[in-house]
């Protein structure tokens, strides 16, 4: 299943990254993809935010993992930009992570797309037209997609 959402600007990557937050539960994965750019970390803030956290969200593009908690759910915040060698990820604990009692988001997910379980969420992120716009291509399975209404 394919949902396509036109995100005019930062107000709406704001309220579209709010309510997947408040709507995310334990086990769920968000696997983010797009150029360099796109807004994946913007977003993976806001949805951290709709879930609760109150801290800053960076990339962890060398740690691969940062761990949020003070949220309703902790969060797993991962880049995988820099992981040459699934195992890398294994040997940090991806099954822990991904099969755990938070949330994971994964920056640069279409590096590991064959490691995910069914029923992840995937965003694929487009610029669209405008300096500010961007597409959002979610698939994933029908339940993955409609956990938040938009």
């Known amino acids: ?16 990254g709010l309510r997947l937050g408040r709507a995310l539960k334990a086990g769920d994965i968000v696997a983010l993809a797009g150029n360099l750019g796109t807004g994946k970390t913007a977003l993976t803030g806001y949805i951290a935010e709709g879930m609760g956290i109150k801290e800053q969200i960076t990339s962890p593009t060398f740690t691969i993992v940062a761990e949020h908690d003070g949220g309703r759910l902790k969060l797993y915040h991962f880049d995988v930009y820099r992981v040459s060698d699934p195992d890398e990820l294994y040997e940090i604990g991806l099954d822990e992570y991904l099969f755990g009692e938070g949330v994971c988001v994964i920056e640069w997910a279409d590096l590991i797309e064959e490691l995910l379980p069914e029923g992840t969420l995937h965003i694929d992120i487009e610029y669209g037209a405008e300096p500010e716009e961007r597409i959002y ?3 994933g399975s029908a339940e993955a997609i409609n956990i938040m209404s938009w």
């Open 1 to 16: 299943m394919e949902k396509v959402i036109k995100i005019k600007n930062k107000n709406e990557t704001r309220e579209f």
């Open 137 to 139: 291509r979610l698939r």
